[in-house]
């Protein structure tokens, strides 16, 4: 049983910046790929970004291209969403997510194949 606990999430202005951070406890974190989802009220959950278990694999929504960025620190257990020049639509409660891969250097593009989930930090985003 994988815990995973996001934290960074906050009230920003369009152009600003935010990282934040989920933290990973009770599972073999590298053998799972990890990501991002954000729901914003009234709509779906989707995917932002998604990194494979050894980081080698990325995947990024076309929204979030050229401003969001995925990282992990296997030893620290943590992957890290680092997002930049906000806007208003990225407003949002964002998730994270575990996906067991096992020993394939995949990773996962719907919430479906998504094992573990985070309690999700709230990103709101002004114009």
């Known amino acids: 049983q994988v815990q995973l606990v996001e934290s960074g999430g906050g009230a920003v202005q369009a152009g600003s910046s935010l990282r934040l951070s989920c933290a990973a406890s009770?599972?073999?974190?590298?053998?799972?790929?990890m990501g991002w989802f954000h729901q914003a009220p009234g709509k779906e959950r989707e995917l932002v970004a998604a990194?494979?278990?050894?980081?080698?694999?990325?995947y990024y929504a076309d929204s979030v291209k050229g401003r969001f960025t995925i990282s992990r620190d296997n030893a620290k257990l943590t992957v890290y969403l680092e997002m930049k020049s906000l806007k208003p639509e990225d407003t949002a409660v964002y998730y994270c997510?575990?996906?067991?891969?096992?020993?394939?250097?995949?990773?996962?593009?719907?919430?479906?194949?998504?094992?573990?989930w985070g309690q999700g930090t709230q990103v709101t985003v002004s114009s």
């Open positions: 997510a575990a996906d067991r891969t096992g020993i394939w250097d995949t990773l996962g593009r719907t919430p479906g194949e998504y094992d573990y």
């Open positions: 990194i494979s278990r050894t980081g080698f694999n990325t």
């Open positions: 009770g599972g073999t974190f590298s053998s799972y790929a």
